[in-house]
């Protein structure tokens, strides 16, 4: 953790487990180690990242909060929700960060080594998935190593991530919307505020919004009762496949272990990858999300 800190204090990038999946943590005032993080992932500048903090009161020092972004900070951090939030003037954040707009998306993580990192720095790190743009998300120290060995300082290495996909983002800079569906279920977020969310719109205000992303190199093929040839089938339930995303059909542990199971497809010697239906409940929303991206090419 110290060798991580002076890394982070001289400017380079980290990879660091949360519990959402591995991230690339930078300092997020510093201009040159943020655009490492863009430079190691060969990320669009376009597409902005989300800022880690300790606490909310480190997270009011960057954004402007009203009485919902309270209300959700409240009820689920630290923990795997993003809010985005219109962006406190002064706060000294890259505008690399932000991708040039007026508003900032921001997390206080759960994950003991990424509190820690924070503990350690004294910043505010900015940390997208720690995997090449457009590529499966990392949730082991071997996943970062698939993409990214080579390009970064260091991993910090705590085991798999427990849930296993990125965060929920909820944007709160104007009416209330679901910017990307993850561990949190929308219905869950409209019982805190009281009103439905909106779609996420056309505008790529928040990470995970791209059309493709977290893409295997292999095709995808979705909604797959069993396997063509070449295919390795990834199932769910009572569709046993190659590998099985939670044999009792239980969507958390699918979470968990889809981009684990997209990797061993990727790594395979099948030349393309099937996957069974998913439930579209709860979090069974963020799996196809993710698996409706993947598919494109």
């Known amino acids: 953790m110290a060798e991580a800190a002076r890394v982070i204090a001289g400017g380079g990038c980290v990879a660091v487990p949360t519990e959402t999946v591995y991230g690339l943590a930078a300092d997020a005032r510093d201009p040159q180690a943020v655009a490492g993080i863009y430079a190691a992932k060969g990320r669009p500048s376009f597409n902005p990242l989300i800022v880690h903090v300790a606490d909310l009161a480190a997270a009011e020092a960057l954004a402007v909060f009203d009485d919902r972004a309270r209300a959700l900070a409240g009820r689920y951090w630290p923990g795997p929700l993003t809010l985005v939030l219109p962006h406190r003037s002064g706060s000294g954040i890259a505008s690399l960060v932000t991708a040039g707009l007026d508003t900032i998306a921001i997390r206080v993580p759960a994950h003991r080594a990424m509190q820690a990192l924070l503990a350690a720095t004294g910043k505010p790190l900015a940390a997208p998935s720690a995997n090449?743009?457009?590529?499966?998300?990392?949730?082991?120290?071997?996943?970062?190593?698939?993409?990214?060995?080579?390009?970064?300082?260091?991993?910090?290495?705590?085991?798999?991530?427990?849930?296993?996909?990125?965060?929920?983002?909820?944007?709160?800079?104007?009416?209330?919307?679901?910017?990307?569906?993850?561990?949190?279920?929308?219905?869950?977020?409209?019982?805190?505020?009281?009103?439905?969310?909106?779609g996420s719109g056309d505008t790529i205000t928040a990470p995970g919004q791209l059309a493709s992303h977290y893409a295997p190199q292999k095709p995808v093929r979705l909604n797959a009762v069993e396997a063509r040839n070449d295919e390795r089938l990834i199932g769910f339930g009572s569709i046993a496949g190659d590998d099985n995303l939670s044999e009792k059909g239980d969507?958390?542990?699918?979470?968990?272990?889809?981009?684990?199971?997209?990797?061993?497809?990727?790594?395979?010697?099948?030349?393309?990858?099937?996957?069974?239906?998913?439930?579209?409940?709860?979090?069974?929303?963020?799996?196809?999300?993710?698996?409706?991206?993947a598919a494109i090419r």
Request: net charge neutral.
């Open 251 to 293: 969507l958390i542990e699918a979470a968990a272990r889809l981009f684990d199971a997209l990797h061993r497809a990727d790594a395979s010697t099948a030349a393309s990858i099937a996957i069974a239906p998913i439930p579209p409940d709860d979090i069974g929303a963020a799996i196809n999300d993710r698996l409706a991206r």
């Open 132 to 198: 090449a743009s457009g590529t499966i998300s990392p949730t082991r120290a071997a996943h970062v190593l698939a993409t990214l060995d080579g390009r970064i300082a260091a991993i910090l290495d705590d085991g798999p991530s427990r849930a296993g996909i990125e965060s929920t983002i909820v944007g709160l800079a104007g009416a209330a919307r679901l910017l990307r569906p993850g561990p949190i279920p929308a219905r869950a977020i409209e019982a805190v505020l009281g009103i439905a969310l909106g």
